[in-house]
T-cell receptor
Framework: GESVGLHLPTLSVQEGDNSIINCAYS??????FIWYKQESGKGPQFIIDIRSNMDKRQGQRVTVLLNKTVKHLSLQIAATQPGDSAVYFC?????????FGIGTKLQVIP | EADIYQTPRYLVIGTGKKITLECSQT?????MYWYQQDPGMELHLIHYSYGVNSTEKGDLSSESTVSRIRTEHFPLTLESARPSHTSQYLC??????????????FGSGTRLTVV
């Protein structure tokens, strides 16, 4: 069938380099943000989250940065590996509603 | 280990057939969702439910219908499948308390092909 919506932007990164995936959100009242990773043929999986009272949170090889002034969220992946190849979605939580971003496809070049 | 299960994983079916995509979760979540996603494209919310006997249409119009008779079960039905229904269908659930969501859990999806 005919695809609905926009094609995902693609980010190509050399293996071992750091990746930065960006997301702009729309609701200034959103209080919680989540990054999901979706591998080919699978459902999205939780990676890391951040509350609006923080501007940085670190996990294992991943860091999320939140800039509320410009409503911008980023996901940084250190030492990118082939297994990081996937689509990455950000999500913002407002009252009674969670909104997903368009997603970015990360391609890791060996 | 997945706490939300979708079956079948893949389905190829002829035009005009009636199909039901199954989704079950064991977390006791009140809210459940169906998303449609074409390859390389964004997620589109097509149905959601606040709880038993509650169903709502999502942001993207869909010819499918859903039901929520039990908390853990949220099946999606297409009465007469068409090639335009070919897509991946993702089910998700979330826990909400006091108007606040505590994250989504997604199933692995059903990839539907209508020939």
């Amino acid at each position: 069938g005919e695809s609905v919506g926009l094609h995902l932007p693609t980010l190509s990164v050399q293996e071992g380099d750091n990746s930065i995936i960006n997301c702009a959100y729309s609701n200034s009242a959103s209080d919680y943000f989540i990054w999901y990773k979706q591998e080919s043929g699978k459902g999205p999986q939780f990676i890391i989250d951040i509350r609006s009272n923080m501007d940085k949170r670190q996990g294992q090889r991943v860091t999320v940065l939140l800039n509320k002034t410009v409503k911008h969220l980023s996901l940084q992946i250190a030492a990118t590996q082939p297994g990081d190849s996937a689509v990455y979605f950000c999500a913002e939580r407002g009252y009674q509603k969670v909104t997903f971003g368009i997603g970015t496809k990360l391609q890791v070049i060996p | 280990e997945a706490d939300i299960y979708q079956t079948p994983r893949y389905l190829v079916i002829g035009t005009g057939k009636k199909i039901t995509l199954e989704c079950s979760q064991t977390m006791g979540h009140d809210k459940m969702y169906w998303y449609q996603q074409d390859p390389g494209m964004e997620l589109h919310l097509i149905h959601y439910s606040y709880g038993v006997n509650s169903t709502e249409k999502g942001d993207l119009s869909s010819e499918s219908t859903v039901s929520r008779i039990r908390t853990e079960h949220f099946p999606l039905t297409l009465e007469s499948a068409r090639p335009s229904h070919t897509s991946q269908y993702l089910c998700a659930s979330s826990e909400w308390r006091g108007g606040t969501s505590y994250g989504y859990t997604f199933g692995s999806g059903t990839r539907l092909t209508v020939v």
